[in-house]
């Protein structure tokens, strides 16, 4: 009765985000622990490097707001380098090497493979909260938005491996019934953006992936884009409210199943 009446004063403050509504699909016990309890996680290397490639993307148009122009591939790398050693408790001492070299490497090249062809019109970090859609609060932190006249091109930048992304850029299939967690993170944009008072005059074109780390196979900087269809926002559409139901109905106590999954392992255990 207790834990029943704690959630349920969650859930008058519940928003959903596209991280929430991705890990409720995957598994409802994970949702519960990390997008309703939010139960405290130890910091890892794999997102502690993820945030200081953010940091140094997002300072690059600090920059260019404040200076008129982009700053140097030597200040873009400071700038990583600087969110690094404030965040090293995450790190062992020999990763923390491995991975400051590493972006060093990377971020050089992409910042060479990129900085000519960066639209300068652009809006980063953008917080869209308090959308209404079907009676359903939905909000969204986008990395950035690029502005075409009244056209706009939603970016979101990514680490990690190109090539084992490709799976979770798919549209629903038959081995993969909900689609990918990329597709869906560029439809539940869409449908962010059409709804929300500040955007909805713009069209939103398209939804671009830009991987920071070169591809496996090509060694190249590669980016993904997803078009959004109509049917593609039906399906997501239909996503939303059937989770928001189903988390409003307190249906987040029972697992995925799966053997590999660390939550509904840690709910047998214990």
Same mark, same amino acid.
């Given at each position: 009765?207790?834990?029943?009446?704690?959630?349920?004063?969650?859930?008058?403050?519940?928003?959903?985000?596209?991280?929430?509504?991705?890990?409720?699909?995957?598994?409802?016990?994970?949702?519960?622990?990390?997008?309703?309890?939010?139960?405290?996680?130890?910091?890892?290397?794999?997102?502690?490097?993820?945030?200081?490639? &953010?940091?140094?993307? $997002?300072?690059?148009?600090?920059?260019?707001?404040?200076?008129?122009?982009?700053?140097?591939?030597?200040?873009?790398?400071?700038?990583?380098? $600087?969110?690094?050693?404030? &965040?090293?408790?995450?790190?062992?001492?020999? !990763?923390?090497?491995?991975?400051?070299?590493?972006?060093?490497?990377?971020?050089?090249?992409?910042?060479?493979?990129?900085?000519?062809?960066? &639209?300068?019109?652009?809006? !980063?970090?953008?917080?869209?909260?308090?959308?209404?859609?079907?009676?359903?609060?939905?909000?969204?932190?986008?990395?950035?938005?690029?502005?075409?006249?009244?056209?706009?091109?939603? !970016?979101?930048?990514?680490?990690?491996?190109?090539?084992?992304?490709?799976? @979770?850029?798919?549209?629903?299939?038959?081995?993969?019934?909900?689609?990918?967690?990329? $597709?869906?993170?560029?439809?539940?944009?869409?449908?962010?953006?059409?709804?929300?008072?500040?955007?909805?005059?713009?069209?939103?074109?398209?939804?671009?992936?830009?991987?920071?780390?070169?591809?496996?196979?090509?060694?190249?900087? @590669?980016?993904?884009?997803?078009?959004?269809?109509?049917?593609?926002?039906?399906?997501?559409?239909?996503?939303?409210?059937?989770? $928001?139901?189903?988390?409003?109905?307190?249906?987040?106590?029972?697992?995925?199943?799966?053997?590999?999954?660390?939550?509904?392992?840690?709910?047998?255990?214990?």
């Amino acid at each position: 009765i207790i834990e029943k009446d704690f959630v349920t004063r969650l859930l008058e403050k519940f928003v959903m985000n596209v991280t929430a509504l991705n890990n409720f699909l995957e598994c409802p016990l994970k949702f519960y622990y990390n997008n309703l309890i939010r139960i405290p996680s130890a910091k890892n290397e794999y997102t502690e490097f993820g945030s200081a490639v &953010h940091h140094a993307l $997002w300072r690059l148009f600090v920059k260019l707001e404040t200076a008129g122009g982009f700053p140097s591939k030597e200040e873009f790398i400071e700038d990583f380098k $600087w969110y690094m050693y404030r &965040h090293r408790e995450s790190f062992i001492q020999q !990763v923390f090497e491995r991975r400051m070299e590493y972006g060093e490497t990377i971020l050089g090249e992409y910042y060479e493979a990129r900085i000519k062809g960066m &639209h300068k019109k652009a809006k !980063v970090e953008e917080t869209i909260e308090a959308v209404i859609f079907d009676d359903i609060l939905l909000k969204g932190k986008l990395d950035k938005i690029e502005f075409y006249d009244k056209n706009i091109i939603t !970016v979101d930048y990514k680490t990690g491996s190109y090539d084992n992304a490709l799976k @979770k850029l798919k549209q629903p299939n038959e081995k993969l019934p909900l689609g990918g967690d990329y $597709w869906r993170q560029a439809v539940f944009y869409k449908i962010l953006l059409d709804n929300s008072v500040k955007y909805k005059t713009y069209n939103a074109q398209s939804i671009v992936f830009d991987f920071i780390e070169p591809a496996d196979k090509s060694n190249e900087y @590669k980016k993904a884009e997803v078009v959004v269809s109509n049917d593609d926002i039906e399906i997501v559409k239909q996503q939303i409210k059937l989770s $928001w139901e189903k988390i409003q109905n307190h249906e987040f106590y029972t697992g995925c199943g799966n053997p590999d999954c660390n939550y509904c392992n840690f709910v047998k255990l214990n």
